[in-house]
């Protein structure tokens, strides 16, 4: 897990190594064990490297292969890359490194780019060919590693993170109206290739981009998921696909134990991360590492699940931590936190993962988490209305959508105003071959975009913020191929993630499984109340983002009369989403 930078010139200039440096540098906390910088004709590569996999310096970034005229950065874990490496070394491929970086150089010049098939893990990266001066890049099928890039007629730069391309002075800082359109409307979710800065786009998941020497740029998407059963599985029973699912998630977790550092669990103490605990205990971990985080309640909301990942870390004997946060650390927290985002993400537990963070760093480099499990199992409840949906747009909208089109019109000044496209780019997703029945298109929606741009993004970012590696088993590329076949019955039964559900029972107490749904909330910020509230104030009314001229002025103090009124389908705070919007903005010079 790193940060990887780099800067292709197509003017004949050399790429600028001071601001890539800099460029590097603000990425410091993603890698924190090491840094590298190679340059060589028009391309310039920039790594900071976090020591997961071959702690050695031979693997150290950029990774340059002489022999084969290719260099390397990298950002991910290729949880395969053993047998990869004994399947190239059988074909006479010779190693210097023991990593899963080096494993990447020889199979692209073994199998071309055909083999980003072969990998199973996350990762983004970038392949420079020394003699032609083309450039690969890549990013991983479900999108857990980020890659964000600046393109002109001169230069392409890319980053792990938004604000290191903003470290080049001479990127376009400004408001982009479009992925305004799609943070106020769709949940705060701003698909690729939009960001909310102009000069800045970022690469879709399941992604190759080919840079030609003379900045011609060819894209294509090498994976996806079909949804609903295969023919040679129409008759499988419920319990024959209990035991796939079974089957791949023990797969996925065993998968991710892959490194020569301790792998610890982020333990909510729901179903979803309760499960890779016990998944991991079945297969003969002990000892392990588990770190539960709470708030201060606010009213009857509980800002804490510990009493369930209690029962969790008892059960299977887990070295467990409670981490208990007030509003006094956690109101400075939230500062920091909008400082290590990418982009701005409303939902309240990126203060939480941030903390959260912090002292599982202190212990171990790399955990399991237990996101997108809700996206690919359909555990949310806008998705058992999608079975039978005969407006399959109007009911996802209806659920997701934190404002309709009039509401959007009261709350941005005009000039920001423009069409309908987060609707329209719903509808285009949902008219695409390979999942017919709308629960399925609401599921691919979710799995390609929403999961990517939110929870995905905001584990990333969160945790690297510390230096520490999360991993996804349930965004394991076969569990969610397993979990898209799975008949949309079978996952929507039990209140969601039924078949999930079933799983479980063989392996956790049943006290987890059978509890309402959880969230894992910082009430004080849905609420907006205290310094939580007075923050906000402070941002959105500020000179620097009144003058931006973005939110319609009586809206917002229609807000501000009653903050907890005023509260998103998703259960959002609408003012709070408008602050964190200002936040962001002022944190990193948008």
Request: with cysteine; glycine share 8%.
């Amino acid at each position: 897990m790193c940060g990887i930078a780099g800067e292709i010139r197509f003017d004949g200039r050399s790429p600028d190594l001071g601001a890539l440096d800099a460029v590097a540098g603000t990425m410091v906390r993603r890698g924190p064990d090491a840094a590298g910088l190679h340059a060589q004709g028009a391309a310039a590569l920039a790594h900071r490297r976090l020591k997961i996999i071959d702690l050695s310096d031979a693997a150290q970034q950029p990774m340059v292969d002489a022999e084969l005229g290719l260099s390397l950065v990298f950002n991910g874990c290729i949880y395969n890359h053993k047998e990869l490496r004994a399947e190239l070394e059988a074909k006479g491929y010779r190693f210097f490194s023991h990593g899963d970086s080096e494993v990447i150089l020889k199979a692209y010049h073994c199998w071309g780019e055909d083999f980003v098939q072969r990998l199973n893990g996350m990762f983004v990266f970038a392949i420079v060919e020394r003699d032609s001066g083309r450039v690969l890049i890549g990013r991983d099928r479900l999108g857990i590693k980020p890659f964000y890039y600046a393109a002109d007629g001169n230069a392409f730069r890319f980053a792990s993170t938004l604000p290191a391309l903003l470290a080049f002075s001479d990127v376009d800082r400004s408001l982009d109206a479009d992925a305004l359109a799609f943070y106020f409307t769709f949940h705060a979710v701003v698909p690729p290739p939009w960001t909310l800065v102009k000069g800045v786009r970022k690469l879709p998941p399941a992604t190759l981009m080919r840079i030609e020497p003379d900045g011609r740029t060819q894209a294509r998407r090498y994976w996806d998921v079909a949804f609903g059963p295969r023919d040679d599985e129409q008759g499988l029973s419920a319990d024959d696909w209990k035991e796939r699912v079974a089957d791949s998630l023990r797969l996925a977790v065993k998968r991710r134990l892959v490194a020569d550092v301790p792998v610890g669990v982020l333990l909510s103490g729901g179903l979803d991360s309760s499960l890779i605990v016990g998944l991991l205990a079945e297969a003969g971990q002990t000892g392990l590492k588990t770190f539960s985080i709470g708030f201060e309640s606010v009213g009857e909301e509980r800002g804490d699940e510990f009493q369930y990942s209690d029962i969790v870390a008892e059960r299977f004997a887990t070295d467990h931590h409670k981490i208990e946060i007030d509003t006094a650390r956690a109101l400075p927290a939230l500062e920091d936190a909008v400082a290590a985002m990418s982009e701005p993400m409303t939902s309240h537990d990126c203060v939480g993962f941030y903390l959260l963070s912090a002292e599982v760093s202190k212990q171990v480099k790399v955990v399991q988490s237990g996101q997108g499990a809700d996206e690919i199992f359909a555990g949310y409840h806008w998705y058992p209305p999608m079975l039978d949906a005969n407006d399959p747009l109007a009911a996802y909208a209806q659920a997701f959508f934190d404002r309709d089109r009039a509401e959007m019109g009261e709350l941005l000044q005009e000039r920001w105003l423009d069409g309908d496209l987060p609707r329209e780019f719903v509808a285009e997703h949902f008219g695409r071959p390979g999942a017919e029945r709308p629960i399925d298109k609401a599921l691919r929606l979710d799995t390609e975009v929403m999961l990517v741009d939110d929870p995905v993004k905001r584990v990333d970012n969160m945790t690297m913020a510390w230096g520490l590696e999360a991993r996804v088993p349930f965004l394991d590329h076969e569990v969610v191929e397993t979990a898209a076949r799975v008949p949309a019955e079978l996952k929507t039964a039990e209140g969601g993630k039924g078949i999930l559900k079933q799983v479980a029972r063989d392996v956790i107490p049943h006290e987890v499984i059978d509890r309402p749904k959880g969230y894992f909330p910082v009430p004080a910020l849905k609420y907006l109340r205290g310094p939580y509230l007075e923050r906000v104030r402070d941002a959105v009314t500020s000179k620097r983002f009144s003058e931006k001229g973005i939110v319609q002025p009586d809206y917002l103090e229609r807000l501000f009369e009653d903050p907890g009124a005023h509260i998103t389908p998703l259960r959002g705070s609408k003012l709070y989403q408008i602050g964190l919007l200002a936040m962001w903005m002022e944190a990193h010079g948008v």
